[in-house]
């Protein structure tokens, strides 16, 4: 009758080394985390990704302008602008602000799209770069061109020299800017948005830096080059 109740008494010992054990596992897990209570599941796996972000940075005292250029060309254009700008725009498709009590020397952005018949978005900027800043007096002190998901773009900034067409007042004018050659509707448009001032106007320039690198062609932004 002695040898079941050593086997029991094995047994019963066995299990609680085996229950002493797991204890010790589980106050060592448990303490790897600050005395807080256990918690099952709810931790994301390793590589989860995270979503962050997205969009152009808007610099303080802007806000997000979004235009919609028409029918004729079915693209949303946006960037950063200030409350100091007036909006005189004559169409969806050409669309004017303008800063400054004087009509020949105010700073003005200019957005124009209108179709292209090239035979490709590089070709419409290609050629847009051929006469661009073309006369004396003009250099581009920055640029950057290439693809985009629907199209092909050429950012800048340059100085244009008196003799330009778009010069103010015929002297001496910083253009922030880009160029696209676009698809858009199975159609190719050719979109521009320039920002310009006298090149005395330094605070102008400045803000030109700010407001270029925000932005977008349907909701895609448009790389910037680095500025001088």
Same mark, same amino acid.
């Given at each position: 009758?002695?040898?079941?109740?050593?086997?029991?008494?094995?047994?019963?010992?066995?299990?609680?080394?085996?229950?002493?054990?797991?204890?010790?596992?589980?106050?060592?897990?448990?303490? =790897?985390?600050? %005395?807080?209570?256990?918690?099952?599941? @709810?931790?994301?796996?390793?590589?989860?990704?995270?979503?962050?972000?997205?969009?152009?940075?808007?610099?303080?005292?802007?806000?997000?302008?979004?235009?919609? +250029?028409?029918?004729?060309?079915?693209?949303?254009? %946006?960037?950063?602008?200030?409350? #100091?700008?007036? $909006?005189?725009?004559?169409?969806?498709?050409?669309?004017?602000?303008?800063?400054?009590?004087? +009509?020949?020397?105010? $700073?003005?952005?200019?957005?124009?799209?209108?179709?292209?018949? #090239? $035979? %490709?978005?590089?070709?419409?900027? #290609?050629?847009?770069?051929?006469?661009?800043?073309?006369?004396?007096?003009? *250099?581009?002190?920055?640029?950057?061109?290439?693809?985009? &998901?629907?199209?092909?773009?050429?950012?800048?900034?340059?100085?244009?020299?008196?003799?330009?067409?778009? &010069?103010?007042?015929?002297?001496?004018?910083?253009?922030?800017?880009?160029?696209?050659?676009?698809?858009?509707?199975?159609?190719? @448009?050719?979109?521009?948005? =320039?920002?310009?001032?006298?090149?005395? #106007?330094?605070?102008?320039?400045?803000?030109?830096?700010?407001?270029?690198?925000?932005? *977008?062609? $349907?909701? =895609?932004? @448009?790389? %910037?080059?680095?500025?001088?």
């Amino acid at each position: 009758m002695t040898r079941p109740v050593v086997r029991t008494v094995t047994a019963v010992s066995a299990a609680a080394s085996l229950l002493l054990s797991g204890c010790a596992v589980l106050q060592i897990r448990t303490a =790897e985390r600050d %005395s807080g209570p256990l918690a099952v599941g @709810v931790q994301e796996e390793p590589g989860e990704p995270t979503e962050e972000p997205t969009g152009p940075t808007v610099p303080e005292g802007m806000e997000m302008k979004s235009h919609n +250029l028409g029918a004729e060309c079915p693209v949303n254009v %946006s960037f950063a602008i200030g409350p #100091d700008w007036f $909006d005189g725009s004559s169409s969806p498709a050409f669309i004017v602000y303008s800063r400054g009590t004087s +009509l020949t020397d105010s $700073d003005t952005i200019i957005i124009s799209c209108n179709e292209a018949f #090239d $035979d %490709s978005p590089k070709a419409v900027v #290609d050629g847009k770069k051929q006469y661009q800043f073309s006369e004396q007096g003009s *250099t581009v002190n920055a640029e950057r061109t290439g693809s985009i &998901a629907s199209g092909y773009f050429w950012t800048y900034q340059a100085v244009l020299g008196e003799d330009e067409i778009f &010069a103010i007042n015929q002297e001496p004018t910083v253009m922030y800017g880009a160029t696209l050659g676009y698809q858009t509707n199975g159609r190719l @448009v050719n979109i521009s948005v =320039e920002m310009r001032a006298l090149q005395t #106007d330094e605070a102008a320039a400045e803000d030109f830096k700010k407001m270029l690198p925000t932005l *977008t062609v $349907d909701g =895609e932004p @448009v790389p %910037s080059p680095t500025f001088k």
